[in-house]
């Protein structure tokens, strides 16, 4: 089992492009959850996942920012026209069934906005 | 609104001593808690949670609901403890984490 796997581990964006972030949770798991860590701060909820639902985004900004985890592929995290704010290490975690379990965390993408 | 404190940014201590990493929480209703560890180079890591009562690589740490803490301890540090340590709080139907801001733990030989 490959763990939760993130990508790219680090990306570089210039000042309104757009970031797409890449999770695939472990085998097994439906439930997915993305963070973001700014510097000097600890892990921030973003937005909570399941196969081809929202359950809870009340972390993510209200523009600009869009979550997906569709039916077949890995859950997306998209940043459009990015700024130097948005600068962060963003993680993704999964969990088989609720966040009670204890998620199991990726090895986060970290973005860089310049 | 549910909130995670962890007072210190870094602890240093040698080989051998007591660690305690504090953790403090403000939450209204039935909290469930976690420790998660960042080593070097490496994802975080769920280190333990407080309703497995269990111990990890010798790290234990009670709920004391009358203190709204949860703190980490171990009798003996060892270097390969040395890492960033966070405590978050699952929360809600949909059990998102509130995380503290971490603390840095640094084991000298």
Redesign the interface.
């Known amino acids: 089992n490959a ?2 796997m993130q990508n790219p581990r680090h990306l570089v964006r210039r000042r309104g492009q757009e970031a797409r972030l890449r999770c695939s949770p472990m085998k097994g798991h439906s439930h997915v ?1 993305w ?1 973001r860590q700014l510097p ?6 973003m937005v ?1 996942l399941q196969k081809e639902n929202i ?2 985004e009340s ?1 993510m900004p209200k523009e600009r920012f869009s979550a997906e985890f569709p039916k077949e592929g890995p859950s997306i995290l998209r940043i459009q026209q990015v700024v130097r704010g948005d600068s962060a290490a963003y ?1 993704c ?1 999964s ?1 088989p069934g ?3 379990y ?7 993408t970290r973005l860089t906005v310049v | 609104a549910q909130r995670v404190t962890q007072p210190e940014k870094l602890l240093s201590v040698f080989k051998g001593a007591p660690v305690e990493l504090k953790c403090n929480y403000s939450y209204s209703g039935s909290p469930e808690l976690f420790w998660y560890v960042q080593y070097s180079r490496q994802r975080l890591q769920l280190l333990l949670r407080h309703i497995s009562r269990e111990s990890i690589k010798g790290f234990t740490a009670d709920l004391n609901k009358g203190e709204t803490s949860f703190h980490l301890k171990k009798p003996f540090a060892q270097e390969e403890d040395s890492a960033m340590y966070y405590c978050a709080l699952a929360s809600g139907a949909n059990s998102k984490l509130t995380f503290g801001k971490g603390i840095t733990l640094s084991v000298r030989p």
Do not use: P, R
């Open positions: 763990g939760v959850y963070y000097e701060e600890g892990l921030k909820f909570y359950i809870d972390g993680f975690a969990s609720g966040g009670n204890g998620y199991t965390f990726g090895s986060g």
